[in-house]
């Protein structure tokens, strides 16, 4: 089967930004985490574990703010429709390229600080420029240094469909998501029981927004298929080690039926790179270290793209 490995952007009409986000939001109560990568180094082994430990004092605070009734309600008032996040990748299947999903953040547990001059909605901009398909917007605040507010900007900046990457765990992150301009959630099934996912699933769905389910193995990747979404994102990073290795992609995804889009996520760094998650059946790659290490994003993301 022949790929190919670029397309030009794809061009949605910007939606008013009124809406997004919602004022009243209860801002988050986790503070940056000086330098993540540090306080990781010393002990990989529970990462997760204490990012979500973070996660769930964070959403206890902010919703005795904001009540789960209350902003469900506003939830379901938003008017502005989402911009599409899985019929964009749903358009590179059939014309079998790969598009790139290409990601927007600050920090990480693995690298550190990336980017000391943080600006999103230029990188956001240069993204768009250099032919992404959709965006990746990070809003945790301890080890990503990501704010809901990035999402908020981003959009108003530009037409592209936006992930919105956090660790969502709570029904309360799910209406929050679409009062602040999410078109998808990504859902981590090394952090959620099948019930817990289907729960938030149906509640995105409901609010018109996709779902990018993320696995790391078989074990997840076949709890995963077990639910109702087409979306999976093959994450190659080891959650114990952090290292990244795009044989992960290359083992489960033939596993992946074809009605399901596949997602390589984490590790991809050249586009000999997006060629062999390509040829195993991924739509897209979901990339922002490596783009975000380098002095100009967009000039990175061409370069991945195949243009320059």
Known sequence: ??????????????????????????????????????????????????????????????????????????????????????????H??????????????????SAGILRPDYNPVEIAQEYQAAGATCLSVLTEGSCFHGNTDDIRAVREACSLPILRKDFILDPWQVHESRLIGADCIL???????????????????????????????EAELNRALALDTFLIGINNRNLRTLKTDIQTTIDLAPMVPPDRLVVSES??????????????????????????????????????????
Do not use: N, W
């Not at 952090?191 to 996709?210: K, P």
């Not at 990339?287 to 967009?298: A, H, K, M, N, Q």
């Open 187 to 217: 859902l981590i099934m090394a952090v959620l029981t099948e019930t817990q996912a289907a729960e938030l699933i149906a509640i995105a769905r409901g609010l018109d927004m996709d779902v990018l389910l993320e696995v790391h193995d």
């Open 267 to 308: 590790g991809i760094r050249t586009q000999d790179d997006m060629m062999k998650v390509g040829a195993v059946g991924a739509s897209a790659v979901l990339v922002g270290e490596s783009l975000l290490r380098e002095p100009d994003p967009g000039v990175a993301a061409r370069r991945l793209l195949g243009f320059i």
């Open 92 to 109: 590179l299947t059939a014309d079998r390229q790969v598009g790139l999903i290409a990601e927007i953040k600050k920090a990480s547990p």
């Open 1 to 90: 089967m022949t790929f190919m490995y670029h397309r030009p952007a794809m061009t949605y009409s910007p939606e008013g930004t009124e809406q997004f986000p919602d004022p009243e939001i209860p801002e988050t109560t986790t503070p940056p985490i000086k330098d993540p990568e540090a306080e990781t180094a010393a002990d990989r082994s529970d990462v997760l574990a204490r990012i979500c430990a973070r996660t769930r004092v964070d959403i206890e605070q902010r919703s005795q703010i904001m009540s789960l009734k209350e902003i469900t309600a506003r939830a379901r008032e938003v008017t502005v429709p989402t911009r599409g996040f899985g019929q964009a990748l749903q």
